[in-house]
Nanobody, 129 residues
């Protein structure tokens, strides 16, 4: 069973930074697309960023986080990171990482379609003064 474990959440002031980690076990990250999702109270879950493909990989970001968040992958550590800068109160949510299979035909237009088969337990991010 593929496993994903998130860490790095916490309380941060507006304008601050956090780095979330998504550590994978029992599979090789590069063989899957890894996405970060978030869900705030009373809101639907939304895709934040994802990375897929070999080498440096292809990436995609939600408009709400472009220019502030950066997704990256450390293959040696089998871990994906989400660097979050200039955080805003509206970034407050539980953040999840998830994995899905992809093919050479997978593009930015289809990467979010899923299915996202494997999920971590989530980590809370709270942006507040």
């Amino acid at each position: 069973q593929l496993q994903l474990v998130e860490s790095g959440g916490g309380l941060v002031q507006p304008g601050g930074s956090l780095r979330l980690s998504c550590a994978a076990s029992r599979f090789t990250l590069e063989h899957y697309a890894i996405g970060w999702f978030r869900q705030a109270p009373g809101k639907e879950r939304e895709g934040v960023s994802c990375i897929w493909g070999s080498g440096g990989g292809s990436t995609n970001y939600a408009d709400s986080v472009k220019g502030r968040f950066t997704i990256s992958r450390d293959s040696a550590k089998n871990t994906v990171y989400l660097e979050m800068n200039r955080l805003k109160p509206e970034d407050t949510a539980v953040y999840y990482c998830a994995a899905r299979a992809y093919t050479p035909k997978t593009t930015i237009a289809t990467i979010w379609d899923g299915p996202w088969d494997y999920w971590g337990q989530g980590t809370q991010v709270t942006v507040s003064s």
